[in-house]
């Protein structure tokens, strides 16, 4: 049998660290890299007596992020205690929600731009839970420590159904979730730093099986790119053993990127029984429908919505709409400057290639100049200058850094500098009469047929006029007066 | 003794307050009188697990200045209170009468402690409890046992039977309990005090080490009602730390005003629930009981025969969800942050199980078991999933009843304060204790003691019950109940015995 006989079956839970002032059961902050156990309170210690009271912002950012994601909000949600013992877990119980999580029931489209486009993949549930604290092997050499600050960070949980098939469509599924929550400015969605973590589950069946196959749990994945090959790798794995006559064992598994390989956590795998119940300490948490209308106005427009605007509305190549789709700050001036006036296809480059090579120019030599802070009317005059043949493409650079440098308007700068391109016949005639005069040779050329030495006269009037001249007009007016036509 | 007059245990929580704040004791005097007696006596009760001599002598001095300085004092000005040990206080050590915590010193005030404190208040000592208040005899102390003033040689009740018996005994005017199924109303009944269990949200449960979150209130234990009264209206009301405290609303806050003729009780109607007088009710609280109702009916009160159907399931549903949630509650206890630690060389969970197994008490781990079975996988639909169900058939029977009438009346206790050791081999037969009281509990409704003066020769408790947040019609039953007794309010021997240790 051959690998194409098999497919695989995906399902990826993903936890998503909120970037809230304070924790979700405490005021303590929630900040990265302070000394070990010094944002920790009563409550995120787990002292005798100390109460829960929930974060009413993660609340709703784990709202905002259900509502993105398509899901149905269950007007009264609750958190449940999920009862379990490890030292980094203060309480022995973590406060997580059951069956009542805030959303449930949605999914996320892959994008066009995908092998997969159009693929949803459904969101089986959004759910408000609290991290763990972290334990340190390395410390002390006779024993563990652990470090409780980041004990109660807020994180919300995004389950999927097990709806992907394919390596390669995990990971256009975690690029288009990754754009879809940084759009919501609840998280910064930083895999390196763990606030976002990628559990995918895989197993795999023979094409055309209906029921799922034993499914085994990747961890240690701190990034898109190592998610894809540790399914790759493990998807291969699970078909050879299947294969050879073994059977899938469900188990943890840690990624290996050195080796490329996965390999078991445990030896065998605890049976947990989590005894969830209702949280007694908190209650209920109601949504109104006024109040879920205040967080759908806030959302914005999604990822999958303004890329459908820049490619089929406003007819940008992909290359283009794709920077301004991770690009928030370039995709605000372009649509800024696109409701001066300006046309869509010709901005698109001008911020995509010229802003952004002053970007970094600005930055190699440490400017301070944000070049994204132009005024978008001064960006949607330059283009209008550049259309009317007011300057040529060449000028309109200069006056782009100029404006950038100055601050000065468009106008302004090419009226200081006396940059306007001549655009009229009559103005250019002294300029033509002397190229003609001083090129006699090249004149004949151009009566014998030789057409490239018109190139030699262009340049003669270029200079004259100190490159103000219409390049085009300027072909046309030699033409007429040496060949007469 | 201290130059001026020492304290006798006839005084008020109001007399006492007054007399500070006017300036005719000093609370130093006051809380030495207390400490006195405390040292004197206390060694043939056991309510205490910590006396804070030091602290109290300081922190009365303090008001004393406050005072001198022209400062008006708080409405507890100079009380001396004692707090039962699962309340934490900040710097002094909170025990919950388990070995696990014996040296355990919270860093911070429960919000009961600290609206003590706010106004006045002298915090005495820590009084003994069964282990995290899981029982109902203060025999499941870690520690000790603590007796009855009444009779050394029976029970106080429990769980807040250090409170309870401090209060009786004239070591404290007024005491802070917690009732999960009866533990402040029950313990009460038995030493002859008063005690009130608030509605469920109407105290702040923030500092009190949860037994069963869903279910545990924090009250008073005091001589009379309107001490009780006072020490609620200190302790109650909402609180930032606890999402579950809420605030009465107008239609369900009001009641008239306690200067009104405090034994008129025309237009009241007090219902008798039928379950609450089974044929098994001995007589020795039953005859007085029904001599106190007779009096309410006397006073004008419309007495009419009730029923709450499911009060035969009641002490069932209780046992699976308080186990349940303290079950859980007491996960945290695992020697890794704080609590007696037993070492173990292989791995953390061997040291939790090692540490929790030596550190906990056999009712204690006894009642984690039951829960942890009771929310396993298979069995929570079975148990903990039925007593949801059966406690909302419970809540149900109050609303039908409380459509009918203003408040229930009922004996608090099926017994009398019962030998020690008579019962600790027979956990069932002690869980029968709360028969009478767990019910308020899974309700949320608020019920209190109140002791009936002509019980003889041992104390016996009259519980008041209402709808949730009608605490002030509870306290003006309470206050026609006594005033409508014949007897004045009685003594314990211990209470009456002086510093000097005139009683034997």
């Given amino acids: 049998m051959s690998a194409s006989d098999w497919e695989a079956v995906v399902g990826v839970e993903v936890h998503l660290q909120l970037a809230t002032e304070s924790k979700m059961f405490c005021g303590c902050p929630v900040r990265f890299g302070a000394p070990p156990n010094t944002l920790v309170c009563p409550v995120c210690l787990a002292l005798p007596g100390a109460l829960p009271v929930p974060n009413a912002l993660a609340i709703r950012h784990a709202i905002r992020v259900a509502l993105a994601l398509g899901c149905s909000i269950h007007r009264e949600s609750r958190f449940d205690r999920k009862n379990y013992f490890y030292p980094d877990l203060p309480k022995g119980y973590q406060i997580s929600q059951f069956d009542r999580p805030f959303g449930y029931d949605g999914a996320l489209e892959l994008p066009s731009t995908s092998a997969f486009a159009g693929h949803r993949i459904r969101i089986r549930r959004v759910h408000l839970e609290e991290d763990t604290g972290k334990l340190i092997h390395d410390a002390d050499p006779r024993q563990s420590v652990v470090d409780l600050n980041r004990a109660g960070t807020p994180l919300v949980e995004i389950v999927t159904e097990p709806d992907l098939r394919d390596a390669d469509e995990v990971y256009d599924y975690l690029r288009e979730l990754h754009l879809t929550l940084s759009y919501l400015g609840v998280s910064d969605c930083d895999l390196e730093k763990g606030s976002m973590r990628c559990e995918p589950n895989v197993s795999v069946r023979r094409r055309g099986a209906t029921e799922l196959g034993t499914k085994t749990e990747v961890k240690n994945l701190n990034s898109f790119r190592h998610v894809r090959d540790a399914m790759r790798y493990e998807v291969t794995r699970q078909i050879e053993l299947i294969e050879s006559g073994g059977s899938v064992v469900q188990e943890t598994r840690s990624w290996n990127p050195e080796t490329g390989r996965t390999a078991a956590m445990r030896a065998k795998e605890e049976a947990h029984d989590y005894r969830y119940f209702p949280e007694p300490d908190i209650a209920p948490i109601t949504t109104s429908e006024a109040e879920l209308d205040a967080i759908r106005s806030e959302l914005g427009e999604s990822p999958a919505a303004r890329r459908a605007r820049y490619l089929e509305t406003l007819g940008l190549p992909s290359e283009h709409a794709d920077v301004f789709l991770h690009d928030p700050a370039m995709a605000a001036l372009f649509d800024a400057t696109v409701a001066e006036g300006a046309d869509a296809k010709a901005v698109a480059p001008w911020i995509v290639g010229d802003l952004q090579r002053e970007r970094n120019e600005r930055a190699e030599r440490n400017a301070s100049t944000d070049v994204l802070a132009i005024a978008p009317a001064s960006l949607a005059r330059l283009l209008a200058l550049v259309a009317d043949g007011t300057l040529s493409t060449a000028l309109a650079r200069e006056v782009l850094t100029a404006v950038l440098d100055s601050g000065e308007s468009p106008d302004r700068i090419v009226e200081e500098r006396d940059l306007a391109q001549i655009s009229s016949a009559d103005a250019l005639t002294p300029a033509i009469e002397a190229a003609i005069e001083a090129n006699p040779r090249a004149v004949e050329d151009i009566r014998a047929g030789n057409d490239k030495a018109i190139g030699a006269l262009v340049g003669h009037v270029m200079r004259t006029t100190k490159g103000k001249a219409n390049p085009a007009l300027v072909n046309q007016s030699l033409r007429e007066r040496i060949l007469g036509a | ?504």
């Fill in chain 2, 1 to 504: 003794m201290s130059s001026q007059r020492a304290s006798t245990p006839d005084e008020s929580v109001r007399e006492i307050s007054r007399a500070v704040r006017d300036g005719e004791r000093s609370a130093e005097s006051v809380t030495r009188a207390y400490l006195d007696r405390i040292d004197a006596l206390d060694d043939r009760v056991g309510s205490f697990l910590t006396v804070d001599r030091d602290g109290a002598v300081e922190y009365a001095r303090k008001l004393d200045r406050r005072r001198e300085a022209g400062a008006t004092l708080g409405p507890l000005a100079g009380v001396p209170v004692a707090v039962k040990d699962n309340l934490c206080t900040n710097g002094l050590r909170t025990t919950c009468a388990s070995r696990l915590l014996e040296s355990f010193v919270p860093p911070y005030d429960a919000t009961v402690v600290s609206r003590l404190r706010d106004a006045d208040a002298v915090v005495i000592g820590k009084t003994n409890l069964d282990e995290f208040a899981m029982g109902s005899s203060t025999e499941n102390s870690g520690f000790q046992p603590t007796r009855n003033p009444w009779d050394l040689e029976r029970v106080p009740g429990g769980s807040s039977g250090g409170s309870a018996a401090a209060v009786a005994a004239g070591f404290a005017p007024a005491a802070l309990g917690s009732d999960t199924g009866g533990s402040i109303r029950q313990p009460a009944a038995l030493c002859g005090v008063v005690g009130l269990k608030p509605t469920y949200g109407r105290v702040s449960r923030y500092g009190l080490v949860a037994f069963a979150s869903s279910l545990d209130q924090v009250g008073p234990i005091t001589y009379d009602v309107d001490d009780a009264a006072l020490l609620f209206s200190v302790i109650a009301g909402p609180d930032p730390h606890d999402d579950t405290t809420a605030a009465p609303t107008a239609t369900n806050g009001s009641e008239s005003s306690p200067d009104a003729d405090r034994s008129d009780l025309h237009g009241l109607r007090i219902g008798i629930p039928r379950e609450y007088f089974p044929d098994s009710l001995p007589e020795d609280v039953s005859l007085p009981v029904r001599a106190a109702i007779d009096r309410l009916r006397g006073a004008g009160a419309d007495v009419r025969e009730v029923t709450l159907p499911h009060t035969n399931v009641a002490i069932a549903t209780y046992y699976v969800l308080a186990n349940s949630e303290a079950s859980s509650n007491l996960a945290r206890f695992d020697a890794v942050r704080y609590g007696r630690r037993i070492e173990h060389d292989s791995d953390s969970l061997a040291m939790m199980a090692k540490s929790r197994s030596a550190g906990l008490g056999p009712e204690v781990q006894r009642r984690i078991m039951l829960g942890t079975f009771a929310l396993s996988a298979g069995y929570y639909d079975a148990y903990y999933g039925k007593a949801l169900a059966v406690r909302d058939r419970l809540r149900a029977d109050f609303e039908s009843a409380f459509d009918d009438v203003d408040a229930l009346v009922a004996p608090t206790s099926p017994l009398v304060a019962f030998p020690l050791g008579s019962k600790v081999s027979d956990p069932v037969s002690m869980y029968l204790c709360d028969i009478l009281t767990a019910s308020a509990n899974l309700a949320g409704i608020p019920a209190l003691s109140v002791p009936c003066r002509d019980a003889h020769p041992l104390p016996v408790g009259l519980q008041i019950l209402g709808p949730r947040f009608s605490e002030e019609r509870l306290f003006r039953i309470g206050r026609a109940h006594e005033e409508l007794s014949a007897a004045p309010l009685p003594r314990s021997p211990i209470a009456m015995a002086s510093a000097e240790g005139d009683a034997s």
